[in-house]
């Protein structure tokens, strides 16, 4: 089935400076890719997703890119916030083992990102 | 306020006792699962459904069953409580499954002890 890695497991960057996170997917067939921000005592909030028929995809200070030939994806912040401060987690659809042709998210372990002011 | 509705937000059981995760959904969304979050595991998928009267076992399921007698509703039941399942539990929903994009509740804090 789909296994997802994310990298590094925590990161710390100062205010203004840029965050990237990376994970790895196994599942070719995989299609669907979202990030998700949890903020302390909080579930979890999609923040931005991207389909594996585009490569890049950016909302604001946030961007994703995708490269299916190597199967990984990665999470940019731009000019980082203490606000940014949270777990990010990726994930990506398993269609194989769970759900048919809907599928499951599978989740990578997370990130704890820490923004210095 | 639409969204993922789930109660309680913090529970203490005692080894082998049993409840019910309660998990209630207005966006009419026929995909509803739930998962376990433990520290460095990440989220795991315990039990999913894609429709009303339709479950599924997911990556961590042994321990727990599942119900899906509405589209609104998806009630999480621990048989036999264990200290293992010690966890927060986030129930989501969406549209399309794991294709779309989910909507997840605030989650419940279980401590067995």
């Known amino acids: ?117 | 306020n639409a969204g993922v509705t789930q109660t309680p937000k913090f529970q203490v059981l005692k080894t082998g006792q049993s409840m019910t995760l309660q998990c209630a959904q207005d966006m009419n969304h026929e995909y509803m699962s739930w998962y376990r979050q433990d520290p460095g595991m990440g989220l795991r998928l315990i039990h999913y459904s894609v429709g009303a009267g339709i479950t599924d076992q997911g990556e961590v399921p042994n321990g727990y069953n599942v119900s899906r007698s509405t589209t609104e509703d998806f009630p999480l039941r621990l048989l036999s409580a264990a200290p293992s399942q010690t966890s927060v539990y986030f129930c989501a929903s969406s549209h399309g499954g794991g294709v779309s994009r989910y909507t997840f509740g605030s989650g419940t804090r279980l401590t067995v002890v």
């Open chain 1, 1 to 117: 089935g789909e296994n997802v890695e994310q990298h590094p497991s925590t990161l710390s960057v100062q205010e203004g400076d840029s965050a990237v996170i990376k994970c790895t997917y196994s599942d070719s067939a995989s299609n669907y890719f979202p990030w998700y921000k949890q903020e302390l005592g909080k579930g979890p909030q999609l923040i931005i997703d991207i389909r594996s028929n585009v490569g890049e995809k950016k909302d604001q200070r946030i961007a994703v890119t995708l490269n299916k030939t190597a199967k990984h994806f990665s999470l940019h912040i731009t000019e980082t916030q203490p606000e940014d401060s949270a777990v990010y987690f990726c994930a990506a659809s398993d269609l194989v083992n769970y759900g048919g042709s809907q599928g499951n998210l599978i989740f990578g372990k997370g990130t704890k990102l820490s923004v210095k002011p």
